[in-house]
């Protein structure tokens, strides 16, 4: 099992850049896929990225390619959002999660691990 702790949320001008990280602590790291979701007000949660256990493979939901970078770095224990290029839409809370899968996991149902989240506000 994993514990999971989001940081770096926080208000930033549309055009701006933040970077989340996602600590874990308890069982090794590097034994989990991760992926990034979040929820905007009023509408479903969704994927955002993902990355496989050692961080050779990644995905990215189509609307933020190019603008999102997912990584991490197992000797840490964490894995990053960087957000670049940030528009009002992407308003939201963040979640971080982690599967047992090996691979990158696309599907919700396949992360078991949740943090408690932090919220990006864009402003216009």
């Known amino acids: 099992q994993v514990q999971l702790v989001e940081s770096g949320g926080g208000l930033v001008q549309a055009g701006g850049s933040l970077r989340l990280s996602c600590a874990a602590s308890?069982?090794?790291?590097?034994?989990?896929?991760v992926g990034w979701f979040r929820r905007a007000p009023g509408k479903s949660g969704m994927l955002v990225a993902a990355?496989?256990?050692?961080?050779?493979?990644?995905y990215y939901t189509d609307s933020v390619k190019g603008q999102f970078t997912i990584s991490r770095d197992n000797t840490q224990n964490t894995v990053y959002l960087q957000m670049n290029g940030l528009k009002p839409e992407d308003t939201a809370d963040y979640y971080c999660?982690?599967?047992?899968?090996?691979?990158?996991?696309?599907?919700?149902?396949?992360?078991?691990?949740w943090g408690q989240g932090t919220q990006v506000t864009v402003s216009s």
């Open positions: 990355i496989n256990r050692t961080g050779g493979s990644t």
């Open positions: 308890g069982r090794t790291f590097s034994s989990y896929a």
């Open positions: 999660a982690a599967s047992s899968g090996y691979a990158v996991q696309k599907i919700t149902g396949s992360y078991g691990y």
